[in-house]
């Protein structure tokens, strides 16, 4: 009978041996598997790269949407000082075309103050207009009044304004006469003016209006004017 000895064999060499078998192993899994993603078309340097490269245009990307954010900015500033302007000349505009007016109205009335008639103590009305304003129904008058040139003393008086207006869902013929409740004093010797506003009942239409001057003590008007809107009658 035979028997065979073996040597004794410690137990760390077989933990070192048993390490490296499943270290071997691991690497031959991991080679395996790296063949495997290169043959299927996947490179890992090449995914590090397009991430790189992507990271990069994202970084360039947000760059320049930094940047047309502050061009938007600088624009939308550029915009509201354009507008502010414009409104600014707009009102200049405005103002320049109402002094333009009032010139015009100035050298009218000169040039009927220096033509008016020679009868001494004579009256007569250089301008008279009516506007309508924002409000339906509101009108806004000015009126210049004016002596002779033989300003022998001051003139004392009034004027009345008397409006002619259309009724709401009247007929064409259907006119209302409205005289001013109160008159309106005049003391001067060379011109007095007068601004005033009336409102006419909602829904009427205006149709003209006459301004009448009166001499203290008379009871017949010294002169009439009258303003016309017959484009609202038809």
């Known amino acids: 009978m035979r028997v065979a000895v073996y040597p ?3 137990w760390y060499w ?6 490296g078998l499943v270290g071997l192993m691991v690497i ?3 080679v395996s598997f790296d063949m495997g993603r ?11 790269a397009t991430e790189v490269d992507l990271t990069a245009r994202i970084g360039r990307l947000e ?4 940047e047309l954010g502050r061009k938007a900015v600088n624009l939308e500033g550029k915009l509201k000082m354009a507008l502010s302007a414009q409104n600014k000349v707009s009102r200049e505009m405005g103002a320049l075309s109402d002094e333009n007016n009032r010139l015009k109205e100035e050298v009218v009335f000169f040039e009927t103050l220096m033509t008016s008639g020679q009868e001494p103590g004579g009256v007569s009305v250089a301008r008279f207009e009516v506007n309508s304003l924002s409000t339906p129904g509101e009108f806004e008058y000015r009126i210049l009044i004016v002596q002779s040139q033989q300003r022998v003393k001051e003139f004392n008086g009034f004027f009345s304004l008397i409006t002619y207006f259309k009724k709401p869902s009247g007929d064409k013929d259907d006119i209302v006469r409205v005289s001013e409740p109160k008159a309106n004093d005049l003391r001067f010797k060379f011109y007095q003016r007068a601004i005033g506003r009336f409102r ?3 829904g009427g239409e205006l149709v003209s209006v006459e301004a009448r001057v009166f001499k203290d003590g008379m009871d ?3 002169v009439t004017r009258q303003v016309e809107f017959n484009d609202l009658v038809n």
């Open 8 to 10: 004794k064999v410690s």
């Open 220 to 222: 017949d008007p010294l």
């Open 38 to 48: 290169q043959s299927a078309g996947f490179d890992r340097s090449v995914a590090k």
């Open 200 to 202: 006419l009942p909602e």
């Open 28 to 30: 031959f899994g991991w």
């Open 63 to 66: 760059e320049q949407n930094i």
């Open 14 to 19: 077989k933990l070192i041996g048993f390490s």
